[in-house]
T-cell receptor, first 109, second 112 residues
Framework: KNEVEQSPQNLTAQEGEFITINCSYSVGISALHWLQQHPGGGIVSLFMLSSGKKKHGRLIATINIQEKHSSLHITASHPRDSAVYIC???????????FGTGTSLTVIP | DTGVSQDPRHKITKRGQNVTFRCDPISEHNRLYWYRQTLGQGPEFLTY????????KSRLLSDRFSAERPKGSFSTLEIQRTEQGDSAMYLCASSLVQGELFFGEGSRLTVL
């Protein structure tokens, strides 16, 4: 069983739509990361959060520690948002990161 | 460029050969991680260092795999007697303790 589960696995949206990607985890954590990976590209960190909500441009990340759940929202989606979005957690008792399998997002013009 | 750099970016080798990958982390980062990623999957943890000490090693890492970070700066990942199943993207990442994670572009290995 994977410590981190993401949904959906694949998502196709029309340009301009509001997008939500979900992440659930089964361990106590000290922090959660949302990462973005473009096809053939490296991985870029979008957010690191341990409570509440963070916003950067059109991206919003929220976390509910009690429910062990986080969401990544993209407002006014654009084709350049097409990428794989990966949730990663660092357990409170450990030091390595556990990764979800990613959500592949395609935004159609 | 002050990001995480990996070398080589691509490596094609024949089965049975040894390969070595290098990672240069962001200079002040004391944590360095190696991950492996295959198509359609999220990164799988291989090992991590805090400074020069290798603190954790995945059970996925067979005795053909070895990693070093001799001076607490750059790290090398060596795979001996490569097998076709070793074909993957090998990712290096660095961070401060409990800090944001920064990834390199990865080293893609193809074993023929």
């Amino acid at each position: 069983k994977n410590e981190v589960e993401q949904s959906p696995q694949n998502l196709t949206a029309q340009e301009g739509e509001f997008i939500t990607i979900n992440c659930s985890y089964s361990v106590g954590i000290s922090a959660l990361h949302w990462l973005q990976q473009h096809p053939g590209g490296g991985i870029v960190s979008l957010f690191m959060l341990s409570s509440g909500k963070k916003k950067h441009g059109r991206l919003i990340a929220t976390i509910n520690i009690q429910e062990k759940h986080s969401s990544l929202h993209i407002t006014a989606s654009h084709p350049r948002d097409s990428a794989v979005y990966i949730c990663a957690v660092i357990p409170g008792t450990g030091n390595q990161f556990y990764f979800g399998t990613g959500t592949s997002l395609t935004v159609i013009p | 460029d002050t990001g995480v750099s990996q070398d080589p970016r691509h490596k094609i080798t024949k089965r049975g050969q040894n390969v070595t990958f290098r990672c240069d982390p962001i200079s002040e980062h004391n944590r360095l991680y190696w991950y492996r990623q295959t198509l359609g999957q999220g990164p799988e943890f291989l090992t991590y260092f805090q400074n020069e000490a290798q603190l954790e090693k995945s059970r996925l890492l067979s005795d053909r795999f070895s990693a070093e970070r001799p001076k607490g700066s750059f790290s090398t990942l060596e795979i001996q007697r490569t097998e076709q199943g070793d074909s993957a993207m090998y990712l290096c990442a660095s961070s401060l303790v409990q800090g944001e994670l920064f990834f390199g572009e990865g080293s893609r290995l193809t074993v023929l």
